[in-house]
């Protein structure tokens, strides 16, 4: 390994970095020094300019060579290490700023401050019982003028709040949250000093840090709001992405924050507790589906101020009050009730002395919750209503927010993809747009066909770009990606009987890509290995480095380069590597494009509208036909180059070892193959060729080998929803009775022997006695019935077959 630090240039130009990272791990460099005198903490934050750049369409395509396209000037993408050097140098920053110094930091606030690291290590503890209520009202219930605090200030601050909306909804998944932890998270929703324009306005921050804790900030607020969420929140999170007059660093650092916001609400999985959390603190309740009360931020509860200690020296005797709530019912006093360790206590209004109560006939009755003290002291409210877990209203309510400005945003990012991705931040930006876009159309985000139908509306306008082969290669893969979403075979089309028009548009043009424009010979698949890492070419290596007078040196010469690129540097710059991730998700765009053309084909062949001489239809499903015998071929030289397979190796079983990796493209893949063989059998194809070609018993075999023929693997993929296999087996199965003798033969040629017919029957088999077992317990997760029948026709026919 060897250390390399970068040689700064002695003009204000920088070199942009080639190699395509996420933008959330870069540290860009500050402008030149004029002089100034400026802290640490300046310098590490003033990592941009204020040039502006006009907005100005071109359709021309770009090679990104870090210059600007219109001014000749460097990338702001530069990286300065000397600068950072400096600031990790600089060990006397204070931690507590100066009153004297800002505006809006009183003298009273270095103790709020103080404070706010208490309350930090009481989160991590998950429990804000400990701490006075007054601490936290004073803390959070103010006006923050957030913006004007020193850097070190503000990011303690939005990193409370993180860690506060975190451990809120982790609880939440539970079915208990802890008390004064509701209270907390109800000040900020009732948002009484306008924080969340506060932390809005962050988005045009000099510090990417302060930007970046912000945007998860009101990400995990809108969660934990879920059905309290004001309209006019999202709106003015909404505004950055349409209202600005250029393209500038400021405008594209502001679409990024609002894009990143968005993106985490839509991709927020509901209820996923990792296994390894430590348990200690959480609390197994069952939770009652059907119970009528709600449990949002809409309930309170205060703890007796006290430390931990008198909490828990009073818990056979604790007395709970009622505080006011963020919802519009009226709440009553509460007598003082006592209850005792884990008891739970159902919190009901009383009557209260000298006063008669009036029984209203209204519906809405009054709400009340269930709280108990757990093994560790802390007040807990136990949830009640289901709803309480969901977040689909949250989704929702954000997609329809950005779907009225969903056709400028597409517009803005395709101006900027291809003219100014030289902006800072403007690559992360563009990733962070179609990672959401394809989370919103994606099935795994649960929301409805009405609701995503717009977004499918522009699809075709980024269609051209897979043309431009130039693009970075992050960008592109991450294009790449979003078609295979918008190509959800596997989970969606595979199971439909009319595609939708978009789709059928989107799978021709990259067959027409693929077969007239040479695609797939000019993607760019072949990465360079470079030994200068991160830093550029302009670097040295440090020798005789020393890690200070306390620390003995290691040897002569740290090293940090791994070695694996080379004894020789000059030997390491001319390797080039397959880029395995862009190459798998290239193959299975074009294999899934031809299974849409094929399903759409068979479709048109069984329209009854169609005669049999109709000399037209006849003769375009014939181009059709021709064009994916093309485009196939071509896929299977495409693949077989860059992994340089034997060339009698069959086409199955290369697509096999490609997605070997990937579970979920590899069962993708081999439901393509069998859905195009039968498609092809059922039109009676003029190519024959293509049926051994695509034989998807071979890659049942293969798929086989793969998993070791453990059967075990194959009731993980049933039970699992990660994958389609359930789909792949169900045709394959029917596909396998259907065509017994052309199974029994291909088995045969597998190996030579009938092993191979063994091998395959004794996982089906086991596959069979294993989920047999299962359903009689009643313990698989659905009807797979179906299945079990086609089982068991294959082991009679296999009982019945002269080789067993």
Not at 146 to 168: E, G, N, V
């Amino acid at each position: 390994m060897v250390l390399r630090t970068y040689i700064a240039p002695k003009t204000n130009e920088g070199m942009a970095s080639d190699q395509p990272v996420k933008k959330k791990q870069r540290i860009d460099g500050p402008d030149k020094d004029d002089g100034s005198d400026k802290s640490g903490e300046e310098i590490f934050s003033d990592i941009f300019d204020s040039e502006e750049t006009p907005v100005e369409h071109s359709g021309d395509f770009i090679t990104r060579n870090g210059e600007s396209p219109d001014s000749g000037t460097v990338s702001e993408d530069a990286v300065d290490c000397s600068s950072i050097l400096r600031h990790l140098s600089n060990g006397s920053v204070d931690n507590i700023p100066s009153s004297s110094n800002t505006p809006h930091w009183a003298a009273t606030d270095d103790k709020l401050l103080t404070e706010l690291r208490t309350l930090q290590n009481s989160l991590v503890g998950q429990c804000l019982c400990g701490i006075d209520e007054n601490v936290v009202i004073t803390l959070f219930d103010r006006r923050l003028h957030i913006a004007t605090w020193p850097l070190r200030c503000i990011l303690t601050y939005l990193s409370t709040m993180q860690l506060l909306f975190d451990i809120y909804l982790k609880q939440n998944n539970t079915g208990t949250i802890c008390s004064q932890l509701m209270n907390a998270c109800d000040i900020f929703i009732r948002n009484r000093h306008d924080w969340i324009t506060e932390v809005v306005e962050l988005s045009e921050h000099k510090s990417k840090f302060v930007t970046f804790v912000a945007s998860r900030v009101l990400a995990s607020f809108l969660i934990v709001s879920k059905d309290t969420v004001d309209e006019n929140w999202l709106q003015q999170i909404t505004e950055n992405i349409y209202l600005f007059d250029r393209i500038n660093r400021i405008t594209v650092q502001k679409i990024n924050f609002s894009l990143d916001i968005i993106k985490r609400i839509v991709e927020w999985k509901d209820v996923e507790q990792h296994p390894l959390e430590d348990s200690n603190y959480i609390n197994t309740v069952h939770v009652q589906e059907d119970n009528p009360f709600r449990s949002g931020s809409s309930y309170n509860s205060n703890m007796p101020s006290g430390s931990r200690s008198d909490l828990d020296n009073a818990f056979s005797n604790l007395q709970t009050h009622s505080s006011p709530s963020t919802s519009n019912e009226n709440v009553t006093e509460i007598k003082p009730s006592t209850f005792k360790l884990n008891e739970p206590v159902l919190k009901l209004p009383s009557e209260q002395p000298n006063q008669r109560i009036e029984r209203s006939e209204s519906p809405e009755p009054q709400l009340s919750r269930i709280e108990r003290v757990n093994e560790h002291g802390c007040v807990t409210v136990i949830l009640t209503d289901s709803e309480s877990f969901d977040t689909s209203h949250i989704k929702c309510l954000t997609v329809k927010n950005l779907e009225h400005h969903w056709p400028v945003l597409v517009k803005n990012m395709k101006l900027l993809l291809l003219r100014y991705l030289n902006l800072s931040n403007a690559e992360n930006c563009v990733l962070t747009f179609f990672s959401l876009w394809e989370n919103i159309i994606s099935v795994k985000a649960n929301l409805s066909v009405i609701d995503t139908k717009p977004f499918y509306a522009d699809l075709q306008s980024f269609i051209d770009l897979l043309r431009n082969t130039l693009l970075p290669p992050l960008i592109y893969s991450h294009l790449l990606s979003l078609f295979n979403e918008v190509l959800c075979y596997g989970s969606t089309l595979a199971l439909q009987d009319i595609l939708p028009e978009e789709i059928c548009s989107v799978a021709h043009s990259i067959v027409r890509y693929v077969k007239d424009f040479r695609l797939l010979s000019e993607v760019r698949v072949h990465s360079s290995r470079s030994g200068f890492g991160f830093l550029g070419h302009d670097c040295t290596v440090l020798r005789e480095y020393s890690l200070g007078s306390e620390v003995a040196p290691l040897s002569t010469t740290i090293q940090l380069v791994d070695q694996s690129y080379g004894e020789d540097e000059h030997d390491s710059n001319q390797r080039n590597e397959i880029d395995k991730t862009m190459l798998q998700r290239m193959s299975l765009l074009v294999l899934k494009s031809v299974a849409v053309t094929v399903k759409e084909m068979r479709c048109d062949s069984s329209d009854s509208s169609i005669d049999s001489s109709d000399y037209n239809a006849i003769q375009d499903m014939q181009i059709v036909e021709r064009s994916i015998r093309d485009v196939l071929k071509k896929l299977d030289l495409f693949i077989r180059n860059c992994l340089e397979f034997h060339p009698e190796t069959p086409f199955t079983k290369m697509l096999i070892h490609l997605f070997s990796e990937q579970d979920d493209y590899l069962i993708e893949s081999m439901v393509c193959t069998l859905d195009i063989t039968v498609g092809i059998v059922y039109r009676n194809s003029m190519y024959p060729d293509l049926i051994p070609m695509l034989n998807p018993i071979t890659s049942f075999i293969e798929f086989l080998k793969v998993v070791s023929h453990d059967s075990d693997v194959l009731l993980d993929y049933l039970v699992s929803n990660e994958t389609c296999f359930l789909l792949y087996l169900l045709r394959f199965l029917k596909y396998v009775r259907r065509n017994w003798p052309k199974f029994l033969e291909t088995c045969q040629l597998s190996d030579g022997s009938n092993r191979g017919l063994d091998d395959t029957m004794r996982v089906l088999i086991r596959l069979r006695l294993q989920i047999s077992r299962l359903v009689s317990k009643s313990l698989f997760p659905y009807n797979i019935s179906p299945v079990l029948r086609l089982l068991e026709v294959c082991e009679s026919l296999y009982e019945g077959n002269e080789f067993s």
